[in-house]
């Protein structure tokens, strides 16, 4: 019988390293892909609410602040889903998307980075606002599965982006305050160009007509999505063909620059300059086909779908009329409980005059001033009884809206502390039922959104 040799004891731990290595790397593969889908996350500002005269807080006013923080955490995932989900279709669906998404808050929720300490309001509501940072793959995989369960539509389409174009010309030999003439051969090899990607392309005088339109919006005329602009500069030169004696001209580019814009907030989301080296053409038509197509390689597809798809964009509201300091703050935190509002700050307050808030909103890839009107204007006017702030201009990603104060003095910061938050004015029936259990507050709010008292009922009463 052959005796077997023990292995070194280094050659043991090598090998159990080796299989430990190898394990890891097979059986971690997964979990460090998932880790990676789950690398974009989104910053939310959100607000939650109790009522504290629900029974069961009576006796246990321990369970009332972890209600508080849970329905502060499934705000923050409520504005996350709203990234995807159009704010109708989330409140037709709203139990659905509850039980599946917005109940999942600890696989949802990657930390907690600020809160406040709870507050009771004039409204009679117990407050909690928390800083939340989201993870928004894992929010958008929840969405796409319900959606497949479900057989529902819920995440938004955002159809094919709209393009306006525009190339210049100008000479070089001549001064930089040349009016740059139109090309539109090098236009339309643009256009060709994003018109292979499925695009549609819009006249870029048309776009900068209804950009001039602030009720634009509102009548269904739409400007094109994005706005590619190009200029290039030619020089000509001639030089004589020694063996020849024949004199031939050429077109010289000395530079090109273009830049794309978002039209929907203003932004320049691309710009570029080049000064190319040897590049002439004999022939002034073929220099600016080329020019067309050294334009259209500067951007891919994938550019401006993702452009559109981003989760949110930063907008700038400029607020005449506020009275005092401390009614800015309350506003501010109005904008903080609306839905499709990610973050809010106050840069600047002037009694009676221009205030500035900034604005994180999630992105619909549309007009502002319209999702301005809906979404955060509509509500705020149904809390304060009436047409109280209009929006008054919009350029680009900066909208102007005024605030009639009222007649007497702080007649505007009482509405404000008393009435209930402008949020419940576009929450779901179901939200408002599990909420509210006092029916003066209830009356409130149905008198903020009428149809709710069709369908919400207290028990009991």
Not at 67 to 92: N, P
Not at 246 to 273: A, D, M, P, Q
Not at 399 to 411: E, K, M, T
Request: glycine letters at 8%; charged letters at 25%.
């Amino acid at each position: 019988m052959r005796t077997r040799t023990p292995e070194p004891i280094s050659h043991r731990l090598f090998l159990s390293f080796l299989l430990f290595v190898v394990g890891g790397l097979v059986f971690q593969g997964p979990l460090m892909a998932k880790t990676s889908e789950q690398a974009e996350t989104l910053i939310v500002t959100a607000e939650g609410l109790v009522d504290p005269n629900a029974d069961a807080y009576k006796k246990d006013k321990g369970l009332m602040i972890d209600d508080l923080r849970r329905d502060a955490q499934r705000q923050a995932i409520e504005k996350a889903v709203g990234v995807y989900v159009e704010s109708s279709t989330l409140v037709e669906n709203y139990l659905l998307i509850e039980d599946n998404v917005l109940s999942k808050s600890k696989g949802l929720i990657k930390q907690i980075l600020e809160q406040s300490s709870p507050r009771l309001g004039e409204d009679g509501l117990m407050h909690l606002q928390i800083k939340a940072e989201v993870f928004l793959a894992e929010v958008k995989t929840a969405l796409q599965s319900l959606s497949r369960e479900s057989r529902l539509s819920l995440i938004r389409e955002y159809g094919n982006p709209t393009i306006s174009v525009a190339v210049g010309i100008r000479d070089a030999n001549r001064g930089s305050d040349t009016v740059p003439e139109n090309s539109t051969i090098a236009e339309n090899i643009l256009k060709e160009h994003f018109i292979d990607f499925g695009y549609r392309v819009w006249s870029e005088e048309y776009t900068r007509l209804l950009q001039q339109d602030v009720g634009a919006g509102q009548t269904g005329r739409k400007i094109a999505d994005f706005s590619v602009i190009g200029e290039a500069k030619f020089k000509q030169t001639a030089i004589t063909l020694k063996a020849s004696g024949i004199r031939v001209t050429k077109h010289v580019l000395t530079s090109w620059t273009v830049k794309c814009i978002n039209n929907h907030t203003g932004e320049e989301i691309y710009f570029n300059n080049k000064v190319p080296k040897n590049k002439s053409w004999a022939d002034e038509d073929q220099a600016l086909e080329d020019i067309g197509r050294l334009i259209g390689e500067e951007f891919s597809q994938d550019f401006f779908e993702s452009q559109l798809m981003k989760p949110s964009q930063r907008y700038q509201i400029q607020l005449t009329g506020l009275p005092d300091y401390d009614t800015a703050l309350l506003l501010k935190d109005e904008f903080v409980g609306l839905r499709n509002i990610l973050n809010a700050e106050l840069l600047n307050f002037e009694m009676n005059g221009l205030s500035i808030y900034e604005v994180e909103c999630t992105s619909s890839g549309r007009n502002f001033a319209q999702v301005l009107n809906n979404t955060i204007l509509k509500p705020l006017n149904a809390k304060l009884d009436g047409p109280r702030m209009q929006l008054m201009s919009q350029h680009g990603n900066v909208v102007r809206v005024a605030i009639d104060p009222g007649s007497q003095p702080g007649l505007l910061q009482h509405s404000l502390q008393q009435g209930p938050p402008a949020s419940l004015a576009t929450a779901s029936p179901e939200r408002i039922g599990k909420l509210i259990t006092d029916r003066e507050l209830l009356d409130k709010v149905s008198r903020m959104n009428p149809e709710l008292g069709k369908t919400v009922k207290i028990d009991g009463q």
